[in-house]
């Protein structure tokens, strides 16, 4: 897999954001994103996940365009946030099952073991607190076969266990030859890893 | 098979996560209520002006008393950022507003049930008028009056300062002449060429606004 981004620059409020961007993310590979708040991460991850259009330049998806991705294909993405990105009214289990049943999934599940989530799978999404509820949608998130993961500050508000799980789970997925970048404004050590600076909506490989 | 299958999901799961939080649906009923016992305790009703002023408390009670729940159909998306869920999932969002305008109308269908009842109840009035015609305008009405409002609350999830009302009362004012005239003439029992004539002009509109939803939907979310 591989995504091609081509002069890529978006503007917002007639401020430019993301300023002629032009690279390729191999798969394989971690792709580690950082930059200061503010610099443009969530935006870039966003216009590669298609939430967003390029104002100017192309996205290329294994060199198909961005629009015809985004039209047929965007579902072999998998975006994984802080966000909760769950019902809250509904227990752990019924949101599971019902994002299952939406994506068609029927793959075994570890991640809500491993996040010690079991326990909890019948209580209302409401009454978990903040890092159960970033558990669960991380877990709910990865449950996707997907090429192209992208990864938006997934570790901020974890805690040290479930950071050297997600950790893990990451490094096996880009040796899996998934497609994976992930931003934060934290620089983490990960093997197989290649790190970049965004800085005035510009990227480059950080020494 | 398997797609009606996820729509019916989509369906269910709007049912029971509003039925999780009964706060909502308990406005709906005291706010109803408490117009209905209002209009029953105020005047002093003669039979005759009790037939002329019924069209109108319906159609209040049901734009007024539904219209603050109708516009937070998506808050829970909104808020929770589940849209990007549903963005990346081989659902289309057209699939998605017309499934919660479906579960919409389910629960409105039965609330307006309940508080036509009170109405006819507290207001004293009988019920020897065709009910066919009566249950058909009602479910028209509701038709396009919650197609619009859950439309309108998918373009609005985002801005929390918009109010609803501002937006859609303009919009359904004519579906709403039409309403109030064709429940007049059922209750007194004049169905002529007239009431035919408001309830093509009712429907029409719900066709209307049906296939401007279908063409708009995915353009609003391309656009955000």
Known sequence: ?207 | MEKLRLLISLISLHLKNSFRNPQKILYLVFFSFLIVVIFAFSFDLSAKLAYKITPGIIWTVIILGSTNILAESFKEESENSIFYRFLLSPVSMTSLVITRMISNLIIIIVWEFLIISLIFIFLNLNTDFDTFWFILTIFTGSVGYVMLTTFFSMIVSENKNVFMAIIIYPLILPLLMGLIKMTSAIITNQINSEFFFWLKITVGFNVIYFAVIIILTEIVFESE
């Open chain 1, 1 to 207: 897999m591989q995504v091609k981004l081509k002069n890529l620059s978006f503007s917002y409020q007639n401020k430019f954001i993301i300023k002629k961007i032009s690279y390729s993310f191999e798969s394989g590979k971690i792709h580690f994103i950082n930059g200061k708040n503010g610099s443009g991460k969530t935006t870039l991850l966003k216009l590669i996940a298609t939430f967003l259009s390029p104002v100017y330049g192309e996205i290329e998806y294994n060199n198909i365009k961005f629009k015809k991705f985004k039209m047929e294909s965007r579902n072999k993405i998998s975006y994984i946030t802080h966000l909760p990105m769950l019902y809250p009214e509904l227990t752990l289990e019924e949101n599971f099952k019902f994002f299952k049943k939406l994506y068609s999934i029927d793959k075994k599940e570890d991640l809500r073991k491993n996040f010690n989530l079991l326990p909890y799978n019948d209580m209302q999404v409401k009454k978990y607190s903040r890092g159960m509820k970033q558990k669960a949608s991380i877990a709910l998130s990865l449950l996707k076969d997907t090429d192209i993961f992208l990864f938006d500050e997934p570790f901020s508000g974890l805690d040290i266990e479930s950071q050297n799980i997600l950790n893990e789970y990451i490094i096996n997925l880009s040796k899996e030859d998934k497609l994976i970048i992930l931003i934060s404004h934290h620089v983490r050590n990960m093997d197989n890893c290649i790190y970049y600076n965004l800085e005035n909506g510009k990227i480059a490989i950080a020494d």
